[in-house]
Nanobody, 118 residues
Framework: QVQLVESGGGSVQPGESLRLSCATS????????MAWYRQAPGKQRELVAS??????????NYVDSVKGRFTASKDNAKKTMYLQMNSLMPADTAVYYC?????????WGQGTQVTVSS
């Protein structure tokens, strides 16, 4: 059974930082693509960052609104993906989800709330 567990969300003020983690139960973590999505109230879920499958460093892709502020990474030995979020803005307020796809089947974590407000 595939499990994705997010953590690290919270409430912060504009300009502050948070680091999200996604711990997985994947036996062969490095061979699967991973991604972070978010869903703000009343809006559709959107892709924030994706990391291609593969050993070693893989160049992440980002939605334009977070480029230069967010950094996605993963630790294959720990089977964990991260999202470092800097210079947070109120527009980043959302539930953030971890995602992977295995043989055409999609898997999601339960989500972690990020609230940015002054």
């Amino acid at each position: 059974q595939v499990q994705l567990v997010e953590s690290g969300g919270g409430s912060v003020q504009p300009g502050e930082s948070l680091r999200l983690s996604c711990a997985t139960s994947l036996t062969f973590f490095s061979i699967y693509p991973m991604a972070w999505y978010r869903q703000a109230p009343g809006k559709q879920r959107e892709l924030v960052a994706s990391i291609p499958k593969g050993d070693g460093y893989q160049t992440p892709n980002y939605v334009d609104s977070v480029k230069g502020r967010f950094t996605a990474s993963k630790d294959n030995a720990k089977k964990t993906m991260y999202l470092q979020m800097n210079s947070l803005m109120p527009a980043d307020t959302a539930v953030y989800y971890c995602y992977t796809e295995i043989n055409g089947q999609t898997y999601w974590g339960q989500g972690t709330q990020v609230t940015v407000s002054s």
